[in-house]
T-cell receptor
């Protein structure tokens, strides 16, 4: 158990809908990362937050947004969903968000867009 | 754009065999991490290498960082079914907070 909690574990929805994925980081970790992983592929970095502020942005679509709340949990909002958005979405957390910090990953949310 | 290329993309071998997977780039990284991901779970960090030429061992796994810090390899001796998983490398480019991820090597060890 990494200590990072992601909910829900599975999500099935239809095209055009909006969903919210939730992540609770490890106790004491200030930085949260969001990744997208398509079937048997590597990780695509979406966005990173540190102590409530956006720190780095990757290949995140305009239809997607995220935020980190004062209690450090984070949410990833996906809107106007398309079939191609079906993927595993991982959240990771680290102590300070530095380059050599260990990132601890949650078990992921599997999103299926039908 | 910095890229990390992993090879092979897929490897299926018998228990007891040795194997090497590679992570290559034309760019220099300040450090490089290797992760293993099992089905239905998130990646788990195996090792971080920082110094050019560095070799780290984790039981039957040997990790090496290239002298120029552009490439890395993972060698597994006497592979076991428990080694099955997706192996991912991730490089830290200097002055940036974003790790660059390889696409992964899917490894299957058959009993």
């Amino acid at each position: 158990d990494s200590g990072v909690t992601q909910t829900p574990k599975h999500l099935i929805t239809a095209t055009g809908q909006r969903v919210t994925l939730r992540c609770s980081p490890r106790s004491g970790d200030l930085s949260v990362y969001w990744y997208q992983q398509s079937l048997d592929q590597g990780l695509q970095f979406l966005i990173q937050y540190y102590n409530g502020e956006e720190r780095a942005k990757g290949n995140i679509l305009e239809r997607f947004s995220a935020q980190q709340f004062p209690d450090l949990h984070s949410e990833l909002n996906l809107s106007s969903l398309e079939l191609g958005d079906s993927a595993l979405y991982f959240c990771a957390s680290s102590v300070a968000g530095g380059l050599v910090d260990i990132q601890y990953f949650g078990a992921g949310t599997r999103l299926s867009v039908l | 754009t910095q890229l990390l290329e992993q090879s092979p993309q897929f490897l299926s071998i018998q228990e007891g065999e040795n194997l090497t997977v590679y992570c290559n780039s034309s760019s220099v990284f300040s450090s490089l991490q290797w992760y293993r991901q099992e089905p239905g779970e998130g990646p788990v960090l195996l090792v971080t290498v920082v110094t050019g030429g560095e070799v780290k061992k984790l039981k039957r796994l040997t990790f090496q960082f290239g002298d120029a810090r552009k490439d890395s390899s993972l060698h597994i001796t006497a592979a076991q079914p428990g080694d099955t998983g997706l192996y991912l490398c991730a490089g830290a480019p200097g002055g940036n907070y974003q790790l660059i991820w390889g696409a992964g090597t899917k490894l299957i060890i058959k009993p």
